[in-house]
């Protein structure tokens, strides 16, 4: 049956300020918001009340929505958006010893026929490397990392050597270290314990090669004090090289990373390292500092499973 009630017409409310005809918005759902509408007339000449027969008004509409404000061009949204791919793209270039940084553009998949490294060819960016390797990374530590880097080292002098560059590249960089390694090796008598505690007896002399080849003067007197702890151990167990070897039992540790920002920046066994060395006297040999030094050394062979340097070390 029809209802005897007859149903009301809603009339579109609207208000009048000034001339503007102005309507309420009214929703349809609360869950959805309607197209701004606004619809304004401009009298020219006088102001009067609103007439569809006037000649001499004009009448514009605006629409837009909300998404159409935040992507317009000029906006703080914008501007966000731009900042933050500036800096994606700075992070894609920041060379991390330790890798940190990560980058989609280094996150290729493992293939088995890698290309031989060759230090020869200009087009070195094309080499797929570990990613902390970049097109923009100094030629020496480009070659620095082909052919020393996560290579098993032996001698106990190139093992000090490298125990004392890790040290001295805290608080600057691989490349800076590299380029002065020269420097290091006349200053330090090619690193050899013997002559570097009988030549640095005095502390007139410690001043003197300090400022002659501008060092730290706590590396210095570091690499002076570590020369006699070394001299120590060659007496317990016959060389550096067993006592440092000894800790991974002969054998390099062999990591899996497929990432640089999966390599961490000091692990267990560096730390159980660390330990034992400050116990017995050295300095500069924190757990972060040891793992560099095995990085370095060969004692872990940290290259990322898509570097070939990964793969020639295991031969090693």
């Known amino acids: 049956m029809c209802s005897s009630k007859s149903k009301k017409v809603v009339k579109q ?24 509408e606004t619809e304004r007339s401009i009298d020219h000449h006088h102001h009067q009340p609103y007439s569809s027969s ?14 159409a404000i935040v992507d317009a061009p000029g906006t703080i ?16 270039l920041r060379i991390s010893h330790y890798g ?11 293939s088995s026929s890698l290309p031989t490294i060759n230090n020869n060819n200009n087009n070195n960016h094309f080499i797929q490397r570990c990613s902390f390797i970049t097109p923009n990374s100094d030629p020496i530590y480009v070659a620095y990392h082909d052919e020393e880097w996560g290579v098993p080292v032996h001698d106990d ?28 090796r006349k200053a330090f008598s090619r690193f050899d314990a013997d002559i570097i505690v009988s030549k640095f007896s005095e502390e007139k002399k410690i001043n003197l090669i300090t400022s002659h080849y ?42 899996q990373y497929k990432w640089c920002h999966k390599i961490p920046a000091k692990t267990s066994k560096s730390e159980t390292i660390s330990k034992d060395m400050v116990r017995r006297g050295f300095r500069h040999v924190g757990p972060t500092i040891i793992h560099s030094f095995m990085q370095a050394a060969g004692l872990t062979n940290d290259h990322l499973i898509t570097c070939p340097t990964h793969h020639i070390n295991l031969i090693h």
């Not at 940084?101 to 280094?106: A, G, I, L, V």
């Not at 501008?214 to 060659?234: G, H, Q």
């Open 214 to 255: 501008a060092l730290d003067l706590t590396l210095v007197r570091a690499v002076v004090d570590n020369s006699k702890r070394i001299l120590e151990i060659k007496k317990e167990y016959g060389s550096f090289d067993k006592y440092v070897w000894g800790f991974v039992n002969d054998k390099p540790i062999v990591t």
């Open 100 to 110: 940190r940084t990560s980058s989609s553009d280094h996150h290729h998949q493992y």
């Open 157 to 184: 002098k190139m093992l000090f050597e490298l125990l004392v560059l890790t040290g001295a590249q805290v608080g600057s960089d691989w490349s800076s270290v590299l380029r002065r390694r020269e420097d290091f």
């Open 13 to 36: 409310k609207s208000s009048s300020i000034n001339g503007l005809i102005r309507p309420v918005l009214q929703p349809n759902c609360i869950n959805r918001s309607p197209l701004l």
């Open 54 to 67: 006037s000649s001499s008004r004009c009448s514009t509409s605006f629409k837009y929505t909300s998404s």
């Open 77 to 92: 949204a914008a501007a966000r958006r731009e900042q933050v791919a500036i800096t994606q793209e700075q992070r894609k």
